[in-house]
């Protein structure tokens, strides 16, 4: 997230799950996108990937790219084949997947294709989202499941942290129930179809639904797809009254409610940002 000022700084790095076995690269907006594989060798000496791994925090776009490339089909494919796969997604997603493509390591026969994986990414997350824990939990924040799960998309893209994932969702939660717009950087990077380490004044005045500098409330959809601990955390928050986070560096995410705080933390990170880019390269 971002503190609130005139003259704003990006204050965190969003999160990108990595995981692999053999990895083999996937283009996606301009970004190569690690593809996590097993691979076996046929009797005829040629490798064939027989899983493919779904890390946490992927975006769905993400998960396409690794489907066309695991599967050797032409880019944009899977994307395709979205009207034909018949996805049992919940009213609220408007047939958009995302948040729904549950992170976890899918099987590849001979026959599988991308309607297929599709469809078991979904039933996979609906076996997890529709459970007691996670629809009683989203009940008690006062949400429905799929609100939950956006809350816990977002979590998932701002910390990296299984420790700091509940107080993130606190904060969300604290803003929300203070009429405060949530303003995180995560949701902006994801209206620009990118993962940046800044975020400048002109990113948070884009026209998006997912600029949740500008916008009220939650983002119209998940932004990644979360894994467990991240959902978790959004029908479990912790206790707290934050109202404000930065990672001023990896391990250290510092949450208060002051602002005069949180002021200074940021005016820590980006000295230390400065001192990092000064570094001569090697």
């Known amino acids: 997230m971002q503190m609130n000022t005139p003259s704003r700084n990006t204050i965190r790095l969003t999160r990108r799950g990595r995981l692999a ?3 083999i690269g996937a283009l996606v907006a301009g970004t190569v996108v690690a593809v996590p594989l097993l691979l076996i060798t046929d009797d005829d000496g040629e490798s064939r990937p027989t899983t493919l791994v779904v890390p946490e925090g992927w975006r769905a776009s993400q998960v396409y790219a690794a489907v066309d490339q695991v599967l050797a089909l032409p880019a944009g494919t899977t994307r395709k084949s979205l009207g034909k796969a018949d996805l049992k997604l919940p009213d609220e997603a408007g047939g958009n997947p995302e948040g729904y493509l549950f992170p976890a390591t899918y099987p590849l026969d001979e026959k599988a294709t991308p309607e297929k994986l599709l469809s078991r ?4 997350a609906n076996r997890k989202f529709n459970g007691a824990p996670v629809a009683a939990g989203a009940q008690r924040n006062a949400m429905n499941v799929y609100q939950a799960v956006t809350v816990a998309s977002i979590v998932q893209a701002e910390t990296a942290a299984k420790a700091d994932m509940g107080k993130v969702a606190r904060v969300v939660f604290n803003r929300l129930e ?5 303003q995180m950087d995560s ?4 209206a620009l179809g990118r ?3 800044r975020t400048t004044e002109a990113d948070t005045r884009i026209d998006s639904p997912y600029n949740s500098y500008q916008r009220m409330g939650l983002p119209p959809t998940p932004i990644d797809n979360p894994g467990e601990d991240a959902v978790r955390a959004a029908v479990n928050p912790a206790p707290g009254d934050w109202l404000y986070f930065v990672t001023v560096e990896p391990g250290d995410t510092r949450f208060t409610a002051d602002y005069a705080e949180h002021q200074r933390n940021v005016a820590e990170f980006n000295a230390r940002q400065k001192k990092t880019t000064a570094r001569p390269q090697r």
Request: charged share 5%; glycine share 6%.
């Open 195 to 197: 993962s940046a380490a």
């Open 21 to 23: 076995l053999v990895v």
């Open 178 to 182: 203070r009429g405060m717009p949530l």
């Open 121 to 124: 990414m979904v039933a996979t």
């Open 187 to 190: 949701t902006v990077n994801y």
